[in-house]
């Protein structure tokens, strides 16, 4: 991983099991990636959070997805989780987080989701799912939100459309089912972390 600018690329890691998941973030951490979330509805997710933050916690970030309630940042929290990703945007979700020290990237769909998430807190959007919301979206977004708040596409974006969303404006990227699936092959993993990083890191 770079020692200067982060890649800000956040794997989703949905369906992975404990006894895997450091086989499956070893090439992901190697790529270059920023963050790895595990989402809540894996198996035993704090068990794997923990085991990635023992192994890789001083090199990327680690949190949970898919983070619902109040009660369960308060439980990535005391599992050691540092990032928290919803789908939806959900103001006591996210001032929890912000609460406990932990970085809160809220889901949002539409500007008024987005601003609500601004006022709760976050400074980091989950545009979520990109693919309905579309590039020229995120920038109508980008042109009334407050200054220095970060728009992260997720859903439907990989290494065939990174640069695209990079020279578009946004912040980062969050990879699911592009990158991991349940059930996959380290070392499969492993290529396409390199596909995506290489992709994102060359643009215009």
């Given at each position: 991983m770079p020692d200067t600018v982060p890649s800000?690329?956040?794997?989703?890691?949905?369906?992975?099991?404990?006894?895997?998941?450091?086989d499956i973030a070893e090439g992901i951490v190697a790529a270059g990636f920023s963050a790895i979330e595990?989402?809540?509805?894996?198996p035993d997710p704090l068990t794997s959070i923990a085991a990635l933050i023992e192994k890789f916690g001083d090199k990327v970030d680690i949190g949970a997805g898919t983070v619902l309630t109040a009660d369960q940042v308060r439980d990535c929290a005391q599992?050691?989780?540092r990032i928290i990703v919803a789908p939806n945007t959900d103001s006591e979700v996210i001032s929890t987080a912000v609460e406990l020290g932990l970085t809160p990237y809220p889901g949002a769909a539409t500007p008024t989701e987005a601003f609500a998430a601004v006022k709760a807190g976050a400074t980091k959007v989950k545009l979520f799912p990109s693919s309905a919301v579309g590039i020229n979206g995120m920038k109508a977004w980008s042109e009334v939100l407050p200054a220095g708040t970060e728009l992260f596409p997720v859903g439907g974006v990989g290494a065939d459309n990174a640069a695209e969303w990079r020279n578009a404006g946004a912040a980062g990227l969050g990879l699911g089912s592009s990158l991991y699936r349940r059930g996959d092959r380290p070392d499969d993993v492993r290529v396409r972390a390199e596909a995506i990083a290489s992709a994102w890191a060359h643009t215009n």
């Open positions: 800000n690329l956040i794997a989703i890691l949905r369906g992975v099991r404990p006894d895997e998941v450091l595990v989402p809540l509805n894996s599992a050691g989780a």
